[in-house]
């Protein structure tokens, strides 16, 4: 730790990821010598490859404006660096190297073949016109490209990135490559090679596993209180599967505050005002002037329910926000964000017997089915929506049974944060060995 600290100065998201593993891995090391003369953790932490470059656009009033874009590729044991890009101002290298060393590991768990990376960059899209959206995506893309390909490195969606940004970008590397290669990039759009169940996937694995881990703990969804943060693509659609479960959804937000419906959020309205209109959450309350508006971003947890999802960006809770959530009598957490829970929030929880779902584990659904789409592209076939969720219910299934049992094997039973890191870790420092020094 000491190490990585000192040769990644100021970045403090990627020393946290770091911590948050090595913690885990304490018993794996001691039972496995053969990784320590490997040197697997001196490698596991850095990058195979970290590509910086400068974003040049203009934007609709002619003025120059220059970004930094990232490609952080972490890892290829397994299969070719896979990851999304996040275009938000608070992006810099330490938030892609977290980001890319937690994709490492939770690439590892669905049990197919990707490598981890991620990529992005500063650009803030908010209050930017779908003209200058494109343009600065195709400018991104006009470097990205040559670093990247179908057996290489495929980007996807993170946050500030959806279809419409795939999109742009893969209109422009399919333009400068000269190629048509639907699997450089997966959440495309249904109509050139994007898979159906894609847009779903993180948030309905998400609930996947959560129903998992309640079931082993002889609870289900059903009637339970949920408040989730964010009211993005996670946010929205593991509201839909709880709802289908029969669970109570009573708050999301959005980075400015949240709402809340005591009688439960409908979800067709956050749909309209998010995917449609792409406004901010409090217009909700026009909609329905029963709900109310709060402003501020941790305030949601002071919300009392059973289950806290929180779907929105890193380091969300707290431990303050943890202690809150537990006096209320929350029961469990789902991690449908990259490190949303800080790992004092995550020690108190666990600490408190609160069954937590962590996020390699937990939002893996979504990666998972951008490797369906890859599997997809290469076959030049599409799935149906009923076979691709079906192969991701099952893909969550195992990751849950995986990382539950990784955490009994090595004394951290009902641990599933160190199963998930432990298992994650297992697959990768094996084939790190079996490939050699490289
Ligand atoms: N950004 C998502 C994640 O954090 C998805 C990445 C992908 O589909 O490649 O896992």
């Given at each position: ?88 101002p608070s992006v810099y290298l330490g938030i892609i190297k977290f980001l890319g060393f937690e994709q490492v590991f939770k690439n590892s768990l669905p049990g197919l073949p990707i490598g981890g990376g991620k990529g992005g ?318």
């Amino acid at each position: 730790m000491d190490q990585v600290k000192k040769r990644n100065p100021g970045e403090d998201e990627f020393h946290q990821a770091v911590m948050e593993v090595l913690e885990s891995l304490e018993p794996v090391i001691e039972r496995h010598p053969e990784y320590k003369k490997a040197g697997i953790l001196e490698r596991i932490v850095e990058p195979e490859r970290q590509i910086m470059f400068r974003v040049p656009w203009l934007d609709d009033k002619g003025n120059v404006k220059i970004n930094r874009g990232f490609r952080v590729q972490f890892n290829s044991a397994i299969g070719p660096y896979k990851g999304g890009l996040r275009f938000h101002p608070s992006v810099y290298l330490g938030i892609i190297k977290f980001l890319g060393f937690e994709q490492v590991f939770k690439n590892s768990l669905p049990g197919l073949p990707i490598g981890g990376g991620k990529g992005g960059s500063d650009f803030d899209p908010k209050g930017k016109s779908d003209n200058e959206i494109m343009k600065f995506c195709q400018s991104f893309m006009t470097e990205l490209y040559r670093h990247i390909g179908p057996d290489l490195d495929v980007p996807a969606g993170d946050i500030g990135v959806g279809a419409r940004e795939i999109g742009y970008l893969f209109g422009q590397y399919k333009r400068i490559s000269n190629s048509y290669r639907a699997g450089v990039l997966t959440g495309k759009g249904l109509n050139y090679g994007g898979s159906l169940a894609r847009k779903e996937a993180t948030g309905f694995g998400l609930v996947y596993f959560v129903r998992e881990m309640l079931s082993a703990h002889n609870s289900s969804l059903k009637d339970k209180t949920i408040v989730i943060s964010g009211a993005g693509n996670v946010a929205i659609y593991a509201c839909q599967k709880a709802q289908e479960y029969g669970a109570k959804v009573i708050a999301m937000s959005d980075s400015k505050g949240y709402i809340y419906d005591k009688n439960g959020i409908k979800l067709d309205t956050v749909k309209q005002i998010k995917e449609v209109e792409r406004k901010r959450i409090n217009e909700y309350i026009n909609h329905h002037p029963e709900a109310e508006y709060h402003e501020g971003q941790k305030e949601i947890w002071e919300l009392k329910c059973d289950i806290a999802l929180p779907c929105a960006t890193q380091n969300d809770i707290n431990e303050e926000s943890a202690n809150i959530l537990i006096n209320n009598g929350v029961i469990a957490i789902g991690e449908g964000a990259n490190m949303p829970c800080t790992n004092e929030a995550i020690k108190t929880f666990l600490n408190n017997k609160i069954l937590l779902a962590p996020a390699k584990a937990a939002n893996a659904g979504g990666v998972a089915t951008s490797a369906l789409e890859m599997s997809q592209n290469s076959l030049r076939l599409s799935w149906s929506f009923e076979e691709v969720n079906k192969k991701l219910d099952n893909i969550m299934v195992n990751i849950f049974k995986t990382a539950s049992d990784a955490a009994a094997k090595y004394g951290k039973s009902e641990n599933y944060v160190a199963g998930a890191n432990i298992a994650g870790f297992l697959k990768i420092a094996d084939t790190m060995i079996a490939q050699g020094l490289v």
